[in-house]
């Protein structure tokens, strides 16, 4: 079956660090890839996405690209700020494994982002 | 821009009481969806709707009922609820089907005693 895997943190880092959140997948099919972020008391939004090998998403200073032979959508931003601390999912769409969007979201990575 | 509109945002049972968590989008999307988050889990699709009379179930559907009489609503009902349905539950839609994008309300925060 699908799957998606995430470090869950915390992670903290330091004003103007240099960020990246690994995300590994396992799917059956040819599967689009997403990162939506969860600010503090709110609902998840849609942050970038690839639909397929080599794209690469970006919005908002944060990119991840769509690699195909290491299954991996590695999200990064090269210098965070404190309004970036949130929680922020990795997921996948894969039509072949049910549930109409077929959406698998990982667990989920806490940051922290201290002045 | 009211988006996805979720009722109540807080809310305590007890075991045995049954209750709707309502969800109500103005977006004219055809599929909508209830997750629930529980920590250390993500995120679990409990029921989907591609559209107004049609309802499915999803990852985790014990317990829990839901219909889709209009486009614009989806409610969400737990018959009697149990300690294990204790979580944050979110509504979601979504314009066109199988793009994985997602428009999600602010979720709804239940404990049940």
């Known amino acids: 079956g699908n799957s998606v895997t995430q470090m869950e943190g915390p992670v903290t880092l330091s004003e103007e660090a240099f960020l990246t959140i690994n995300c590994t997948y396992t799917a059956t099919g040819y599967p689009s890839l997403f990162w939506y972020v969860q600010y503090p008391g709110e609902g998840l939004q849609l942050l970038l996405k690839a639909t397929k090998a080599d794209d690469k998403g970006s919005n908002k200073g944060f990119e991840a690209t769509y690699r195909k032979e290491t299954t991996s959508f590695h999200l990064e931003k090269g210098s965070v700020q404190v309004s970036d601390s949130a929680v922020y999912f990795c997921?996948?769409?894969?039509?072949?494994?049910?549930?109409?969007?077929?959406?698998?979201f990982g667990k989920g990575t806490h940051l922290i982002i201290q002045p | 821009n009211a988006g996805v509109t979720q009722t109540p945002k807080f809310q305590v049972l007890k075991t045995g009481q049954s209750m709707t968590l309502q969800c109500a989008q103005d977006m004219n999307h055809e599929y909508m969806s209830w997750y629930r988050q529980d920590p250390g889990m993500g995120l679990r699709l409990i029921h989907y709707s591609v559209g107004a009379g049609i309802t499915d179930q999803g990852e985790v559907p014990n317990g829990y009922n839901v219909s889709r009489s209009t486009t614009e609503d989806f409610p969400l009902r737990l018959l009697s609820a149990a300690p294990s349905q204790t979580s944050v539950y979110f509504c979601?839609?979504?314009?066109?089907?199988?793009?994985?994008?997602?428009?999600f309300g602010e979720g709804s925060r239940l404990t049940v005693l």
């Open positions: 997921a996948l769409s894969d039509p072949t494994g049910g549930g109409a969007d077929g959406l698998t």
């Open positions: 979601a839609s979504s314009p066109v089907l199988g793009t994985g994008e997602l428009f």
